[in-house]
């Protein structure tokens, strides 16, 4: 049996999407909730919060292999 679609088989997809993301915008207008609280501000804290620990994973990782490099040329270095 051939499968049915209301639009088309990505017609469909990107109607239910944008439906969802049209309820829940509504939904939000509705309960006035104060700055902060939105569901933007809350993913932006989240991305932002993810941005600094990578950045401070990073500069973690860069501090260790300079320490690295650091103890190798002493070794390298002959002793007088």
Do not use: C, F, N
């Amino acid at each position: 049996m051939p499968q049915v679609y209301l639009i088309s088989r990505w017609g469909d997809v990107l109607l239910g999407l944008s439906t969802g993301v049209w309820a829940y915008y509504l939904y939000e207008r509705r309960l006035h909730r104060p700055d902060g609280e939105r569901l933007a501000d809350l993913v932006r804290w989240k991305l932002d919060h993810r941005a600094r620990l990578s950045q401070a994973s990073a500069q973690a990782d860069s501090e260790g292999w300079e320490e690295i490099e650091r103890e190798l040329k002493l070794k390298e270095q002959p002793r007088q």
